[in-house]
C-alpha cells in the first residue's frame, strides 16, 4: 500500500510562547516553545500490530487483517473500545487484505466485523492492499450496500511498484478502477478530505469530501 498522509498544519499545530519569571529572563532572555498539543491514544496489545494515534483533528486507527477481527476477537473489542475512547469527527483505518476488490483476490471477508465496528462509530476512510492496483470505492456499508450519509470510502492501493494485476469482476460502488503503479496522496484537514492518486503513467484521481 503506497499511501502518503499530510495534515494541514495550520489546523492541528499550535503554538505556545511562555514568559520566564523575571529572573530567569535576565539570565536567558525570553524563551519560545513550540508545542503539538494534539493527545495520543495508547496502543494496543503489543505485538498483535493494532493500534490507533492522532494526526491533526483526525483519529488514525491500524489494524491486523493477518489475525482474528471477528466481532469475538480481542482486536474487534479493543477497536470497540478504542472508538469510544475517541469519538472524532473524522477517522481512517487501514490493514492489508481489502473487504471490497473489483481486482485478482476479490473480496476478502476477514475485516467485515472490523468494518462493522467502524461504520458504526463514525469513520470516514479505509485503507487497503494485497491486489496490485488503485480502486476507490463510494460510502459502503460492511455488507457493500451503498450509504452516502453513513457508509465508510475504501481506497484499494497496491501501488508500490510491482506488476499491476487486472480488474476481473466489478464490485458494486466502484468508482475508479485504474491498474497501474503510483502514490496516493490524502490532505486531511478539519472536517474531511482530499485524495489524489499520481499514476506512473496514464490517467489519475482526485477529489474532496467532508466526513460525515
Not at 6 to 35: E, L, M, N, Q, V
Not at 90 to 111: E, K, Q, R, V
Not at 172 to 183: F, K, P, T
Not at 184 to 210: E, H, P, Q
Request: glycine share 10%.
Amino acid at each position: 500500500m503506497t499511501t502518503r498522509i499530510r495534515r494541514d498544519r495550520r489546523r492541528t499545530t499550535t503554538a505556545a510562547t511562555t514568559r520566564r519569571g523575571a529572573a530567569t529572563s535576565r539570565a536567558r532572555g525570553r524563551s519560545r516553545a513550540t508545542t503539538n498539543t494534539t493527545p495520543q491514544a495508547p496502543p494496543g496489545p503489543a505485538g498483535l500490530g493494532f493500534y490507533s494515534y492522532e494526526l491533526g483533528n483526525w483519529h488514525i486507527v491500524a489494524l491486523n487483517s493477518n489475525i482474528a477481527a471477528g466481532g469475538n476477537s480481542p482486536q474487534a473489542a479493543w477497536l470497540r473500545n478504542d472508538l469510544r475512547a475517541h469519538p472524532a469527527q473524522c477517522t481512517l483505518a487501514y490493514w492489508h487484505y481489502p473487504l471490497f476488490s473489483s481486482s485478482t483476490h476479490g473480496n476478502i471477508d476477514a475485516m467485515r466485523e472490523a468494518w462493522r465496528i467502524l461504520s458504526d462509530g463514525g469513520a470516514d476512510v479505509v485503507l487497503a492492499g494485497h491486489d496490485h492496483v488503485y480502486e476507490r470505492f463510494a460510502p459502503q456499508d460492511a455488507d457493500g450496500t451503498a450509504d452516502p450519509a453513513r457508509g465508510i470510502r475504501e481506497f484499494v492501493v497496491g501501488t508500490g511498484g510491482a506488476p499491476p494485476y487486472p480488474f476481473v469482476n466489478v464490485k458494486a460502488n466502484s468508482e475508479v478502477r485504474l491498474s497501474a503503479n503510483g502514490v496516493l496522496r490524502l490532505a486531511l484537514k478539519a472536517g474531511g478530505y482530499d485524495w489524489t492518486f499520481i499514476a506512473t503513467a496514464g490517467a489519475g484521481d482526485s477529489g474532496s469530501t467532508a466526513c460525515h
